[in-house]
């Protein structure tokens, strides 16, 4: 029989469709046969490596297991050729069987990652490997030792891991799984949790909170409700650990698959509220007409589709454009005003929100440049908007081009990402647009090269027509003929000198 759609199962669509509640990553549980036949595949693709390794620690009289990382992208299906390691060995002990490994090769290299938490790294060929001992099983808050507590049993070490899905190991050369927390039920359930309770977790260590978000971002897991009740309970915590490491994860997090989903965690738990507040700032109440969309949600799918251009940015995710894009509009809820004829208005938040930005990443410690160029690309987010159906003039699409100066590609994405309206027509016209407008900067940089705008006279030049010295005068001329090059594009050297001199009589 064929049915029809009533029109009570069409309004759910729509409200389906509208609601940010339903999330837009939910992948199938995996079937832990086809994990099994994952984990051995990959088992026999690093064979090289684990079954050497495997040998030559088992003859020394240690243990030796593949864990973490490795074991649970393995599972998953995802292959790399970074492997984390666990060992009963001393570093010492590793250091020096990693020698004997990588002898038959050159080009390898032995380096310690820090000996007093028991890490030492090799590279052999295509291979990155990390050996660590095993920690200890029990953390002691009261302990003042500055160093860590090396462990003798595999377990112990794996009970002091973050999530159960990175508390596997492999032990070699036997290849046995070991997984005393359940880890493989939760990887096919995609869930994150902890192999303690998540209180005592996360009070060891703070920062696994960020990692639970982090990892949600990347493996598009969702995570336990007892570990979103803790991080909730726990969020301040957070304030303990330094800006770098939170940064870090941070950073992991936004260059994720699905940053949607840890950026959401970061939000419900109040753990954005911790480390980055301007963006459960965003979550504007609507006004009672309804005149604007919740800029938090709007900023989400800004990120999602600049993400989705990335293309033009050369394919890897890139953080400084996914960043921008996260920030673009934290500017709006200090310049709200509501106006008395029942509109709503953010006069300069760009301006505003760059600043913001700005703050807040140094807060968080990242580079001058990475500052520089977020913040440039939040400040001038808006400036397209002033182009109207095309009626910029020439020198106004060459200060668009110099002020974006070497993030106009990321400019291009951030402006084009920042239309959300369901209004296609409206979409449609705002993309002719852009490519409008991207056409004439093809156009006027072919003519002269924008990117590398000089005045028509150099400082020497300026000097001797003016027949001054070094000196504020000089800087004044070349600025002044910097402005009559943006504003008429080159023009001879003839030209130049007697609009110089006529400049010069005029002060
Ligand atoms: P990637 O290297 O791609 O960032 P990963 O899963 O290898 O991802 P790492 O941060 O390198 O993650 O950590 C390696 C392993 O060490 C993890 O799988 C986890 O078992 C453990 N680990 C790392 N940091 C912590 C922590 N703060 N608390 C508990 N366990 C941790
Ligand atoms: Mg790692």
């Known amino acids: 029989m064929h049915s029809t759609l009533s029109a009570g199962s069409l309004s759910l669509r729509r409200h389906l469709v509208d609601s940010p509640a339903v999330p837009d990553v939910v992948l199938p549980p995996l079937n832990l046969a ?4 994952s984990v051995a595949t990959e088992l026999d693709r690093i064979a090289p490596v684990i079954d050497e390794l495997g040998a030559l620690f088992e003859a020394a009289g240690h243990e030796l297991a593949l864990v973490g990382g490795p074991v649970r992208d393995a599972m998953l299906g995802r292959h790399h050729n970074d492997l984390d390691f666990t060992t009963s060995a001393r570093p010492d002990e590793t250091e020096r069987l990693l020698r004997t490994w990588a002898r038959s090769d050159r080009g390898s290299a032995i380096w310690d990652m820090g000996r007093a938490f028991g890490t030492i790294g090799c590279r052999k060929g295509e291979w990155d490997v990390e050996v660590t001992t095993y920690r200890s099983e029990s953390y002691d808050p009261s302990s003042r030792k500055p160093e860590v507590d090396f462990g003798d049993s595999l377990d112990g070490d794996l009970g002091r891991r973050d ?7 492999v032990r070699l050369p036997g290849r046995e799984v070991e997984d005393p927390y ?9 869930v994150l949790r902890t192999p303690g309770r998540p209180e005592d977790s996360f009070s060891d260590d703070p920062l696994r909170m960020m990692r639970a978000a982090r990892f949600a971002a990347q493996l598009g897991f969702t995570v336990d409700e007892s570990v979103v009740a803790a991080m909730t309970a726990m969020a301040d915590r957070i304030q303990i650990i330094s800006a770098e490491r939170v940064r870090d994860e941070l950073v992991k997090l936004i260059c994720a698959p699905y940053p949607r989903l840890g950026l959401q965690l970061l939000v419900e738990t109040g753990l954005a509220a911790q480390v980055l507040p301007e963006l459960p700032a965003l979550s504007l109440e609507r006004d009672e007409h309804h005149r604007h969309k919740d800029v938090y949600e709007h900023t989400l799918t800004v990120l999602e589709q600049a993400i989705a251009l990335e293309d033009r940015l050369g394919g890897e995710p890139d953080f400084v454009s ?27 938040h760009d301006v505003v929100g760059a600043k913001l930005t700005r703050k807040r990443m140094k807060a968080l410690r990242f580079s001058n440049d990475q500052i520089e160029s977020v913040s440039k690309l939040v400040e001038l987010h808006l400036r397209f908007h002033g182009y109207g159906t095309g009626e910029w003039t020439d020198s106004a699409v060459r ?40 056409e004439r ?29 070094p000196g504020r005068e000089v800087g004044a001329a070349y600025k002044f003929l910097l402005e ?13 000198r007697a609009a110089l001199l006529a400049w010069a009589a005029e002060r």
């Open 399 to 438: 200060r668009y081009v110099r002020d974006a100066g070497d993030q106009l590609e990321r400019l291009h994405v951030l402006t084009r990402a920042d239309c959300t309206t369901r209004n296609q027509r409206k979409a449609d016209r705002l993309r002719r647009t852009y490519d409008e407008l991207e």
């Open 441 to 469: 900067i093809a156009r006027l940089s072919e003519e002269e090269e924008l990117a590398s705008i000089r005045p028509d006279l150099d400082g020497t030049q300026i000097m001797e027509i003016l027949g001054i010295g």
């Open 34 to 37: 086809e994990v099994q036949r």
């Open 163 to 169: 999530f159960t899905v990175n508390a596997m190991a």
């Open 322 to 348: 996914r960043f921008a894009a996260l920030m673009h509009d934290v500017g709006k809820p200090r310049t709200r005003k509501f106006v008395d004829d029942g509109t709503v208005t953010f006069h300069h």
């Open 182 to 190: 359940g880890g493989v039920v939760d990887l096919a359930h995609r």
């Open 484 to 496: 009559l090059r943006m504003d008429n594009g080159p023009m001879s050297e003839e030209d130049a």
